[in-house]
């Protein structure tokens, strides 16, 4: 069954998106203000022209995008791969290796910043980007586990069986009838990381190289020492680029889902 | 351990596990290792065992301290959940395409920095800011209203910043129901209401839990909610560990913080494991 | 299942691969470099920009926002990676007491001898080996006096019952439970527990006139009028000011506490050649003064030869010009061991949970 929406669950679901952008709607109209501080006083491109002189931006900004690719890339390799062999294992210290591999997710970040600042002291390893790399993997791993995890556990193992029953080896039956079963599972743990390592600051100042700042280390540092407005319009920027993203996406999906139906209705 | 059981380890699971190892359980001994250790004279540690990092704890401050957290992260949960909960639930009765739309939009501000999200509600919420600039003209309000510095500003900062947890959770929890179960009890004469709280809450229980541990858990620890919203003038454990491991430069006593906080946090998820009868941590997301 | 492993094991390979790309690809070791680590617009960019082009350095420049997580940084890692740091005064002492500072060799900075001597020879660094002050300044009050009744003058009158929920402080217990401490005639580095009780007595009364606590944007919160009174350092003082001009800054007159930001070049500095002279170019008259009256710096100037080129504007703020005589003794604040450091947190800690 599924009933329609009234108009009044409607109405509830759209204030709560609209008290949801809200805050960016403002972020979006005061990186136009003239004033630095107080209200709005007439409209202006100075921050956008600030921000794009800035020096540094446009490196931290690409430090930020490989960083979070290559951490997303391996979390979502150890991480995929980590949760379908755990649900074919069966080990003694299998339950304490999922509880371990979460509690990136349940520390604070100043300690798990600290904790890694001291041990590539320790053992040596340069501050650069491998070391950021290292760190925010460690930390989106739980993220793209547990979504895979909970796609195996709905999963109907006589899906895989009949596969192999008829005949498939295992890896065969793993990438026809698992990997699409959990693709999206990956995606989403995937699209988590990527905002994860995208948003830390904390870690990321203990473990970062001279030459591998990152663009929440310095949007933070720059709205600690109040340069508010050019975060406005650098936020306004970010706000456009997740559209654009995500109308490619959808259009992506339904050029897909288009095709599918064509070739469905060719056969 | 019983013989039938053979013990088997899948091949694909040794990347995972030597990552965990070297780098969560590495970290993690070197963290237990410095709660029981004593501070040293400038910072960092010296080598000699004491328990006093945990014993502190009893400190009436830091008992305030922890009650205070715990209040804000209950509030926080139970208002995510009021607000998140028929929100994820009218979703569900869109058509499907408006489905995926709306849950996309609700995923879209997790890509902007979570800081440059809070200053849009200092925007709004200061005294010369939006909300009061519009209630003066309107003549609602004489003098601007104080709206930010107060627990109340710090709430709402932290149900903007966890509510899509909740929702999502909430979410897929809903949308797995078999709504034909729900339909049987309304023929077998339930009103909408009665039918809600005995057939649709307890099918969807297990992504509440997950919503309320998702949502629990880091409202203890988040530190820049309170300073930014709140002034500075509410406390959480968040804030706690960050002064200790900086301008108190006591090492030892975040570590073992950090240690009760990851204790406490195990507690919760063994406790939603019993309760949604689920082995699996995985309906948490 | 082989075929499954080559894959990932592919994949793997040529994750590492690029990767070591990305982190091979560092500039040339004989290009001239410098790598400067303080906070976020603390050296303007187009002084940056201009030292580049003179000597043909490129800056690099590291951000941080708090001074003791960027004293751990530099203690990680040995006071290498970096070649100069500009850090609070306290941390300076811990720093010079670690070793994490290099000698400066005076020969190369000729105009090391622009410098104002008030502000050397100070505890952390007494016989000028280490340091070149930077940004000096002390804490002030500013307020609105069209919304304030009371006439202030010094700290004690911040317990006025009229300012009830209209002060914001610095969210910084060493400066403000040692200006207190100063208010009850004590040093600003007290650790006598009497004297400490009777602070933070003092500052449970004062709790229901704090609007907020801010340690690096208060002005922010004077500025949208959230806040009618301020204790903050000078140079904050001095943007609220020269927003308004109309709002007075007051010298409290229970004596002031006195802080310098300095510029030290780490003790395993990998160009130490071009971070000496850098120094030599910020010691400059004119560099030194634009840098003094840069937006994001603002703060008392530290160059004996800066004044020719110091703005009307500049000159006439208050909070950046303060006499001598009302200065009088200036007190530091000094580093009081982890363990009073301690001490003073879980006051501030109580402070703000009351």
């Known amino acids: ?267 | 351990m019983q013989k039938e059981k053979k013990s088997r380890i899948s091949l694909t699971v040794w990347p995972f596990y030597i990552w965990t190892a070297l780098f969560v359980a590495l970290p993690m001994v070197y963290v237990v290792v410095i709660s029981f250790l004593q501070r040293g004279a400038t910072w960092g540690v010296t080598a000699q065992f004491t328990l006093d990092n945990y014993l502190k704890m009893i400190d009436p401050m830091y008992g305030a301290i922890f009650l205070e957290a715990l209040y804000v992260a209950v509030l926080t949960t139970l208002i995510t959940f009021l607000v998140g909960y028929p929100f994820a639930y009218y979703v569900c009765k869109l058509p499907a395409r408006l489905r995926s739309l709306v849950i996309l939009l609700l995923m879209a501000p997790f890509w902007i920095n979570s800081l440059c999200r809070l200053n849009g509600w200092m925007i709004l919420l200061k005294s010369n800011g939006v909300i009061n600039s519009i209630l003066q003209a309107l003549g609602i309000v004489d003098e601007p209203l104080k709206l930010l510095y107060n627990f109340g500003a710090v709430i709402v900062g932290m149900v903007y910043a966890l509510a899509p947890f909740m929702i999502l959770s909430c979410y897929n929890s809903i949308e797995k129901m078999d709504w034909a179960v729900v339909e049987a009890s309304r023929d077998l004469g339930a009103s909408p209401f009665k039918a809600f709280l005995t057939v649709t809450l307890p099918l969807t229980m297990p992504g509440i839990v997950a919503g309320c541990v998702l949502v629990f858990v880091p409202s203890v620890g988040l530190f820049f909610i309170s300073d930014l919203m709140g002034g500075a003038k509410t406390v959480l454990i968040g804030n706690l560990i960050r002064t200790e491991m900086t301008t108190a430069r006591n090492w030892p006593f975040g570590a073992a913080l950090s240690m009760m906080m990851l204790v406490v946090t195990i507690g919760i998820i063994w406790v939603y494991k019993k309760v949604s009868g689920s082995n699996s941590l995985g309906d948490l997301m | 299942m082989r075929r499954t492993f080559t894959k990932i094991g592919l994949i793997a390979l040529a994750l590492v691969m690029t990767l070591s790309l990305f982190t091979g690809c560092q500039p040339a070791e004989d290009a001239k470099e410098l790598v400067i680590f303080t906070w976020e617009g603390y050296v303007p960019d187009d002084i940056i920009a201009e030292f580049e082009e003179e000597y043909g350095v490129t800056v690099t420049y590291n951000y941080f926002t708090n001074p003791d997580e960027a004293l751990q940084r530099l203690a990680s890692v040995d006071g290498g990676e970096y070649d100069i740091v500009i850090n609070s005064d306290y941390t300076l002492d811990i720093a010079r007491n670690e070793g994490l500072m290099m000698e400066l060799d005076k020969s190369k900075i000729p105009n090391y001898e622009n410098l104002n001597p008030v502000y050397m020879s100070q505890f952390y660094d007494p016989e000028n080996k280490y340091t070149v002050p930077y940004v000096p300044g002390t804490p002030l009050i500013i307020y609105d006096p069209s919304r304030v009744d009371v006439d202030i003058t010094g700290y004690a009158d911040l317990w006025d019952e009229s300012l009830k929920d209209s002060i914001v402080l610095l969210d910084y217990d060493r400066v403000i439970v040692g200006l207190f401490l100063k208010m009850l005639g004590y040093s600003i580095n007290e650790t006598d527990p009497e004297a400490l009780a009777q602070v933070e007595q003092k500052l449970l009364e004062l709790k229901p006139n704090v609007r907020a606590l801010n340690m690096d944007t208060p002005y922010e919160t004077m500025l949208s009028g959230e806040a009618t009174v301020g204790l903050m350092f000078g140079s904050q003082v001095a943007w609220v000011y020269n927003e308004h001009p109309d709002f007075k800054v007051v010298y409290p007159k229970e004596g002031m506490g006195f802080g310098i930001d300095c510029v030290f070049i780490p003790s395993n500095a990998p160009h130490a050649d071009v971070a000496h002279e850098f120094l030599n170019f910020i010691c400059d008259p004119e560099i030194s003064a634009r840098i003094s009256m840069d937006e994001n710096v603002m703060a008392i100037n530290c160059n004996l030869k800066a004044e020719p080129y110091l703005s009307e504007e500049y000159l006439n703020n208050p909070a950046l010009f303060i006499p001598d005589e009302v200065l009088g003794e200036k007190e530091f604040i000094q580093d009081i061991g982890a363990e009073y450091a301690e001490q003073y947190a879980e006051i501030w800690n109580r402070f703000k949970q009351a």
């Open chain 1, 1 to 267: 069954m599924k009933r329609k929406a009234g108009w009044a669950s409607q109405l509830y679901i759209w204030l709560v998106l609209f008290v949801m952008y809200l805050p960016m709607i403002v972020v979006v109209i005061y990186s136009f203000n003239s004033s630095r501080y107080s209200n709005w006083e007439g409209f202006s491109w100075t921050w956008y022209e600030r921000l794009f002189s800035d020096r540094d931006i446009m490196q931290t900004l690409k430090n930020s995008l490989v960083l979070a690719f290559f951490s997303c890339s391996l979390a979502i390799l150890l991480g995929t791969m980590g949760a379908v062999g755990m649900a074919r294992s069966r080990f003694r210290t299998q339950g304490l290796l999922e509880n371990v591999s979460l509690m990136p997710m349940m520390l604070p970040e100043i300690i798990l910043g600290m904790a890694y600042m001291a041990l590539f002291s320790l053992s040596n390893i340069p501050f650069s980007m491998l070391t950021l790399i290292i760190a925010h993997t460690t930390f989106c791993i739980p993220y793209v586990y547990v979504n895979v995890q909970s796609r195996l556990v709905g999963l109907d193992p006589a899906y895989v069986e009949a596969a192999r029953d008829l005949g498939a080896t295992q890896s065969r039956a793993f990438y026809d009838i698992t990997l699409p079963l959990i693709a999206p599972a990956v995606l989403n743990g995937a699209l988590l990381a990527f905002a994860m390592s995208m948003d830390d600051v904390v870690i990321s100042f203990f473990v970062a190289g001279t030459r591998s700042q990152t663009l929440p280390i310095q949007v933070y540092s720059m709205l600690k020492s109040g340069v508010t407005p050019e975060i406005n319009a650098l936020c306004t920027l970010m706000l456009l680029a997740v559209f654009m993203a995500i109308a490619l996406f959808s259009l992506f999906r339904a050029l897909i889902k288009q095709r599918r139906r064509r070739q469905e209705e060719g056969r």
